[in-house]
T-cell receptor
Framework: DQQVKQNSPSLSVQEGRISILNCDYTNSMFDYFLWYKKYPAEGPTFLISISSIKDKNEDGRFTVFLNKSAKHLSLHIVPSQPGDSAVYFCAASAIRGTSYGKLTFGQGTILTVHP | DAGITQSPRHKVTETGTPVTLRCHQTENHRYMYWYRQDPGHGLRLIHYSYGVKDTDKGEVSDGYSVSRSKTEDFLLTLESATSSQTSVYFC????????????FGQGTRLTVV
């Protein structure tokens, strides 16, 4: 039972354009969401997060949007750069229940930014 | 970068042999986690620790055990390795329990033949 889903295994965009990575979740107890970026042969690194009390959080070129009613979040990267090419993981945690305090990850989306 | 070291970085072992992976942190964070990464599954939690000698199971704990005798070290043991445990293993640490950002090690690639 995949509680966090990233339905697009890969995404290819041109340098300078917008990259939009999507994530859906099923557990209504999730209240904190994170995006991680992973380069080959390295561990994931934290990128940006959002609490369920917000619908948007911005950090430089990265913006995360949360639609609680749709149980959907997205990561926007503008403008995209070749160095953004990596695997992006969406993750979620809950304030109570069996998912309390633990991160549940999606399957990941491979982003390729072409020069 | 958070001070997390995983060892070994690569290991090939035979089916049925015991294997121990080590995670060492220098951040004095209370919470430590072991994940495995497999294609199509993302990262899945194996076990976690919320203090010295305090551990609990994650979603894919069968075939794995852990120990934490010191704040800085979290060991993952495969008592009898199987081919299904071929994977990349990541250790992570976090300062707070409430699912806030965790910092990951560089990973251990384990191959069971």
């Amino acid at each position: 039972d995949q509680q966090v889903k990233q339905n697009s295994p890969s995404l290819s965009v041109q340098e300078g354009r917008i990259s939009i990575l999507n994530c859906d979740y099923t557990n209504s107890m999730f209240d904190y969401f994170l995006w991680y970026k992973k380069y080959p042969a390295e561990g994931p690194t934290f990128l940006i997060s959002i609490s369920s009390i917000k619908d948007k959080n911005e950090d430089g070129r990265f913006t995360v949007f949360l639609n609680k009613s749709a149980k959907h979040l997205s990561l926007h990267i503008v403008p995209s750069q070749p160095g953004d090419s990596a695997v992006y993981f969406c993750a979620a945690s809950a304030i109570r229940g069996t998912s309390y305090g633990k991160l549940t990850f999606g399957q990941g989306t491979i982003l390729t930014v072409h020069p | 970068d958070a001070g997390i070291t995983q060892s070994p970085r690569h290991k090939v072992t035979e089916t049925g042999t015991p294997v121990t992976l080590r995670c060492h942190q220098t951040e004095n964070h209370r919470y430590m986690y072991w994940y495995r990464q497999d294609p199509g599954h993302g990262l899945r939690l194996i076990h976690y620790s919320y203090g010295v000698k305090d551990t609990d199971k994650g979603e894919v704990s069968d075939g794995y055990s852990v120990s934490r005798s010191k704040t800085e070290d979290f060991l993952l043991t495969l008592e009898s390795a199987t081919s299904s445990q071929t994977s990349v293993y990541f250790c992570a640490i976090s300062e707070y329990w409430e699912g806030t950002e965790a910092f990951f090690g560089q990973g251990t690639r384990l191959t069971v033949v």
